[in-house]
């Protein structure tokens, strides 16, 4: 039977500088699961990225249209909440079908030029495209709108960061 005094001796020998092994051996060991998550996460985000952009390029071909502005606000994001942004609900026409959606605009301006234009918003159109084989599907091909950018989601993927709740 091995005594607690024994078992204290091993525990020292084992980490004492003369015996390093089982240290080097751990640390090989969490290096190399660290490098494997971090290598999965890069991974995962590359391909994350490419499908977000090969989704773009396709909706840039579909079928144009015209929407008009119905109303906005001021909402916050999906990730936080905290960042505010002006937001628009817009309707267009397919074959006598009515399809909505919501954009936003990243603009850093004070509440009340926010709301400003909103006001001004309302009722203007924009070109849009939809997918002709899911007209719900929409995607805004301007990158900017009166010099903000455009923040939109596009089917289940998000193109950018701030887009609107929904």
């Known amino acids: ?31 190399i699961v660290v490098a494997g998550a971090v290598s999965v996460a890069v991974i995962a985000w590359v391909i994350s990225w490419y499908r977000q952009r090969k989704l773009a390029r396709q909706a840039g071909q579909w079928v144009p249209v015209e929407g008009r502005i119905e109303s906005g606000a001021l ?6 909440g905290k960042v505010v942004l002006p937001t628009f609900a817009f309707s267009y026409q397919v074959s006598e079908e009515f399809y909505s959606g919501l954009f936003s605009l990243r603009a850093n301006i004070s509440k009340a030029l926010a709301e400003s234009m909103i006001d001004q918003m309302i009722g203007r159109k924009l070109l849009l495209r939809y997918d002709p084989n899911h007209p719900e599907m929409w995607f805004i091909p301007d990158e900017y709108i009166d010099g903000y950018k455009v923040e939109q989601k596009i089917g289940s993927h998000v193109i950018h960061d701030y887009s609107p709740n929904d």
Request: proline share 0%; aromatic share 2%; glycine share 2%.
């Open 75 to 80: 909402e916050g994001t999906q990730e936080s």
């Open 1 to 31: 039977m091995i005594t607690a005094a024994a078992s204290i001796d091993t525990l020292a020998d084992l980490y004492s500088t003369d015996n390093n092994s089982v240290m080097d051996s751990t640390l090989v060991v969490v290096l």
